[in-house]
Each structure stands twice: as C-alpha cells, then as structure tokens.
C-alpha cells in the first residue's frame, strides 16, 4: 500500500467559500472473483501479472452542485501479493460530496508516466480540472482496445460523504466492475488450430463510454469494431450449468460495459484462420447477455456455424463426417480431398460443397471399396458436391437401406471407370423410400448416372443434366420399384449404347431411361415420365417387363439412332395399366417369340404417335 498522497492536477479549484475544513479518510478495496453463470473465473486482479502491471487508482470529489472539488490518484504495485488496501486521505471544506472512485491497470515501469491513462481515457479531450465542461470519471471512454485481455478489467465507486459534521469521518468502499464479461469456448478444435492463432472479434455496436457518477453507459461505437487477440492455451476441463466439457479451448474473452439494470446483450462476429490462412471457423454470435460483474460462457461447437462444419484440406473428413448428429452439415471448403476408404453417413446429416472443392475417390479406391459415399441412415442430404469417381468402377452415392429421404441436389459427377465388364454409377439408391435426385450434373457415363432399385413411396428424379459417355443398361434406370416414382425435366444428352451390350439379343439395353421390373415381385408403381429432354441417344425410353400404371408424355426426344420408346418382354407375366404414351417419334414394340399374345395383357393402351408403330420379333 503506498501511502504517499498527491493530485493529478496542481490547478486550484474554486468550490466556494466555507468556514470549516474537515479531514477524511477513505480506504478502498476491489473485487476479485467474479459470479459466473457457469464456472467461477477469476478477472485481472487474479490473472494479470504483477511484474507488467500496477493498478492505477482515482479519486474524483463532486459537489453537490456539480464541480469538480478535487481528484487524486495513487498507484499500488505487488497489488496481489502485498494486497493492502488503499487509503486515501486530505481535507476539504464542509460540505457533501459524491466520492467517484476508478481503478484500472497501468504499466508496472516506474520510468513511465503511471498516471497516465492506458487502457482508458478519464480525461477525454485532456481538460483542464478547472474547466467548466471537464467530466472526468463522468465519461471515461476505451482507449486501447483489444479482447481477450484480462488488463482491460477496471472497478469502480460512488459514495456521497457528509463532511458538514465536526468529527473526521472514516470509512471504508468496495470497488465493483462496471462490466460483464463472456468467454468463448470450443468444444471442437479442428486439427490445425494452432495455440496463438489470432481470433478476430467484430462488434456492430460495442458500449465504449461510461459514467462513473451516473453509473451508466454514455456512448457506443458508430461504427463496427474489430480488434485480434490470441487464441489461449487449452484448457483440459470446463463446466457449464452441471454439464463437464474436455479438451476444449478457449477462443475468446472480453469485459464489456454494462448497465446496473436490467442486464443487455451484445452480438459480434468471430474468426480464427487456420495454418493456411484460410478461415477455419467463424461464427456469428449474437443476444449473448451481459450483467454486471456476472461471467457468460458461450460453449459449443464454435467451428459449425448454424451446426455447419467447415472441413479443410488435410483434415479427416471420414472422421468429421461419421461423428456428426442429426441436423447437422458438414462443408467441404474450396480445395481437393482424395477419399481412401468409404465415408459413412449418419441420420439427418447434410453433406455439402463450397465452390472450388472437388472429393475425389483415390486411384485405387475400388480395390478396396465400391462407393465413396455410403448412405448409412434416414434423411441425408447431399448438396453441391463436386464428386470426382477418378476412373474408379465404383458409385459415387450408394445406399443398401433400408433408409428413407435421401437428398441429392445441387451436385456434379465425373470420372466414371469402366473394364472387364463392369462400369460405375453416379448415383445407386436401393432399398430406399422416396428419395430425391434433382437438379445434379453428370458427365461422361461408362453406365448410369442414376440406378433406383427397389425404391418405395414418392420418389422423384428431376431437373437433371445427364451428358456424354457410355450405358450399358439406363442413363436413369428404375428396377423392381414400388409407390409412385415422377422422371421429369431431365436433359439427357449425347448417351450411346455400350459396345458391350448386344443391340440385336437385348434391345433393351442402352437406353437413356430404362424402366424395368419383375412381375412376380414388385408392386404396380406409378411411373411417371415426362418433359424430358433426350436428344443424339441410341434409345430414348425403354419399358420392360414392368408392371402398374405407366405415364409416357410430354417428352422431347430427338436424334435417337434406334426408337425413341420401346417396350420388351411384356408377355411375361407382365400386367401393364393405364399404359399412355405420346410423341412424335417412334414407338417399338418388342414381342417375344414364345409369347405370341403378348398384347393379351394390356389395359387400357393408348399409344399416340405419328412415326408409327415397328414391331419387332426378338
């Protein structure tokens, strides 16, 4: 404690004429801890050092009448281990006076100026003590500004004291923070996060100005703030409301200004760039409450923004994937990621792509495995992806169900392999209730783009664009279905049969839609295709051997080299209803020779056309 007393100013004051002076003494004390909505936490007469910082302390004297009667300062070095208190002790006229007290931290260095202002600004436009509009602790204002800086922490004081009695009055006052303070932690460090790391914080509205007197805040920021500070080190445990969080780091803390009540809330926006520069998280935070000398931690994912992971180049992408939960997404960020084994998708997990960022499978993936992507539970989604197969004969999407809402939207797929008799499909949904593929882009087919097997209830393929390459069975094909499955608006361009597939023994083959069941199993599906786009393919629409109720319209099929909808085998057992069919080309009907009555099991045909009707004996 230093005992040594002086003013900051040595101007004489005018606060009128009184006949008596009265000697006073004054001792302060600050707070240490601070009450915590979570875990206790210590502020900056805990955590600061002693060797860096002295604490700074403030003694303004108001009339009632609202001047300035006198202002002292002390400093107090080893505040923590010599913490004694400070006193503070003169003599004034008789009067009453409000007792504004401010502590805050300067630098330790005697060779400075240690009562100077540092962090904040007691003096705003350096007035001089005698001025008439010089306000002092009245409107202290942020001066160096930065978060995560437990040094910025500062207390404060209001006492009136009545020296218009004889005997010297003595008292003691506590000094309690002006701020709230909040902290933020990640529960998910990403691989190269580095401890150092600068995190950027950005205000839209930060209180800067407060009255010590009033006790209230005077100004904001008008515009946004930003300011960086290191990422700390980690911490190995933290508990929040009873629930105890390992291995988490602490982003970001900062004290903000708050009122004494009701308790307010501030919004901002943090960044932390990875080891590449790029950014490995940001999140925008906002409502976080702020109450006086109370602590709020905001605890959770901090690199999922909305529940989004951003994953990087280098990182584990099967690892981040697989350990998802419902309702959350995963973004690949711009950049090339080779998969070396499957990635397991969970329920309710969407998995999307930033542009630039290409998956592809590696060289060798399909010594090992058959899909990139496994379609593991119910209501996934995949959204923009950029799917590179690498020459692999393997499937970009598969899933083996039972599982049910599959999403794919927004996609691209290429690099399709081929070889001894086998091909690659884009995208193979089996067992799967009313799955949706639209609006995607697939290239250079050595098969399918999209294979539904065994699909139920409302299923959808829709808005595709579907061009080049290769099939040996359906650019789009449906097997064994069941419920009611919509083909529409896809553009399916430039498509030709597979060498490998004989056109003469199974002119089934090679179409741009293959719709195909097995009477003895499936289930009658309503099959709708129609306002699609099928131009330059050997075969425009193939049904065969398919039962239920089939709806062939509105579809614009041009240039195919054989027929633009056929249909085959249909004397096998199969039933056909309500079988419609309309277009301007060619219709092929294809009779199997031990079936001589084939039409025999038709409902309800209606063909319309006016390129007439080739029968074919197979």
């Known amino acids: 404690m230093l005992t040594f007393l002086f003013s900051c100013s040595n101007d004489d004051l005018d606060i009128g004429k009184k006949d008596e002076t009265v000697k006073f003494t004054v001792e302060t004390s600050i707070q240490g801890e601070i009450s915590t909505y979570a875990s206790s936490n210590d502020g900056g007469f805990t955590n600061v050092s002693e060797d860096e910082y002295a604490l700074r302390y403030i003694l303004e004297v108001w009339t009632k009448e609202g001047k300035l009667a006198q202002r002292y300062c002390q400093i107090q070095t080893k505040f923590r281990s010599n913490p004694k208190k400070v006193v503070f002790s003169a003599e004034l006229l ?42 002092g602790l009245q409107d202290i204002r942020i001066k160096n500004y930065g978060v995560s800086n437990d040094a910025r922490d500062a207390y404060f004081a209001v006492k009136t004291i009545d020296l218009t009695h004889s005997a010297a ?69 933290v508990t929040v409301g009873g629930n105890t969080y390992n291995n988490v780091y602490l982003i970001a803390f900062d004290y903000v200004f708050a009122s ?50 951003l994953i990087h180049p280098g990182e584990n992408a099967k690892k981040i994937i697989e350990d998802l939960q419902p309702g959350e997404k995963a973004t690949f ?19 999307a792509g930033e542009k630039g960022a290409i998956v592809q499978a590696d060289a060798n993936l399909a010594a ?20 590179d197969l690498n020459n692999n004969v393997i499937k970009g999407i598969r899933s083996d169900g039972p599982v049910a809402n599959t999403l794919v939207k927004n996609c691209t797929f290429y690099g399709a392999g081929s070889g001894s008799g086998s091909s690659a499909t884009y995208v193979y949904l089996r067992n799967n209730d009313s799955p949706k593929i639209e609006d995607n882009i697939f290239e250079n087919l050595t098969d399918k783009a999209v294979y539904l097997e065994k699909v139920s209830g409302n299923t959808i393929v829709s808005g595709n664009k579907i061009t080049d390459g290769k099939t040996i069975n359906g650019a789009i094909q449906v097997d064994n279905c069941e419920g009611t499955i919509t083909i529409s608006k896809n553009v399916i361009t430039n498509v030709k049969t597979d060498p490998n597939s004989p056109t003469s023994s199974s002119p089934d083959k090679g179409s741009a839609i293959n719709l195909y069941s097995d009477p003895a199993t499936d289930k009658d599906p309503i099959i709708n295709v129609s306002s699609n786009t099928i131009t330059g393919c050997d075969r425009g629409i193939m049904v065969y051997k398919c039962n239920g109720q089939i709806t062939i319209a509105g579809n614009n099929i041009t240039g195919s080299a054989l027929f633009d909808v056929g249909f085959d085998s249909l004397g096998n057992q199969a039933h056909v209803v309500n079988v419609n069919v309309t277009t301007s080309g060619s219709i092929h009907l294809i009779r199997d020779n031990w079936a001589t009555s084939w039409w025999l099991t038709w409902t309800n045909l209606n063909i319309e056309t006016d390129m007439g009707i080739n029968i074919h004996n197979q």
């Open 94 to 135: 008789s009067q009453t006076y409000d007792f504004v007290f401010w502590a805050d931290f300067v630098d330790a260095n005697p060779a400075v100026d240690q009562t100077a202002d540092n962090f904040y600004n007691t003096n705003v436009g350096d007035k001089k003590l005698t001025d008439d509009d010089y306000k």
């Open 169 to 237: 009055p003595q008292t003691s006052v506590e000094l309690v923070r002006p701020f709230g303070k909040y902290r933020l932690i990640a529960t998910d460090p990403p691989a190269d996060l580095i401890v150092g790391d600068k995190v950027t914080i950005e205000y839209q509205a930060l209180p800067c100005g407060f009255n010590a007197l009033g006790d209230n805040i005077t100004a904001y920021s008008p515009i946004p703030i930003s300011c960086e500070a290191k990422v700390v080190e980690p911490e190995s445990a």
């Open 260 to 309: 004494k009540a009701p308790a307010q809330t501030v919004s901002f926006n943090a960044t932390v760039p990875g080891n590449s520069g790029a950014e490995t998280g940001k999140r925008e935070i906002s409502g976080i409450p702020v109450e006086r000398n109370k602590m709020t931690t905001v605890i959770g994912k901090f690199f999922t923004t909305d529940d989004i992971t």
């Open 333 to 351: 960020a711009a950049g090339t990621y080779v998969l070396a084994s499957i990635i397991n998708v969970p329920d309710g997990v969407t998995i």
């Open 368 to 387: 090992s495995a058959d899909r990139m992507f496994n379609v593991a539970g119910s209501d996934v989604t995949f959204d923009g992806l950029v799917i």
